[in-house]
């Protein structure tokens, strides 16, 4: 059964960072891609970062290049998502999930999913 667990979110000025980790278990995680999406209130599920197996290839969203970083560490069995120069926009509850293929855009299903970590950008 694959669990996730994500922490760091909280709240934080315009500008400011964070960095959210998501400890995973219940799967070979060395053997799986990573990705973050994030749901702000009202809106859709959007696809933030996915990261390979072995943490070299990375993709990211639009809006977030640059900005947001992810990584791994497969002997922690752990990724991250570094939030840099956040904006009120970025308001949202984020996820980890697992996916099989990196691929832009591509939101894993719930079970595969987290509970999430809030973030909150104040002006």
């Known amino acids: 059964e694959v669990q996730l667990e994500e922490s760091g979110g909280g709240l934080v000025q315009s500008g400011g960072s964070l960095r959210l980790s998501c400890a995973a278990s219940g799967f070979r995680f060395e053997n799986s891609g990573m990705t973050w999406v994030r749901q702000a209130p009202g809106k859709g599920v959007e696809w933030l970062a996915s990261i390979g197996s072995g943490g070299v290839n990375m993709i990211y969203a639009d809006s977030v290049k640059g900005r947001f970083t992810i990584s791994r560490d497969n002997a922690k069995n752990t990724a991250y998502l570094q939030l840099n120069s956040l904006k009120p926009e970025d308001t949202a509850m984020y996820y980890c999930?697992?996916?099989?293929?990196?691929?832009?855009?591509?939101?894993?299903?719930?079970?595969?999913r987290g509970q999430g970590t809030q973030v909150t950008v104040s002006s």
């Open positions: 999930g697992r996916v099989d293929v990196l691929e832009r855009g591509l939101i894993p299903p719930p079970r595969h």
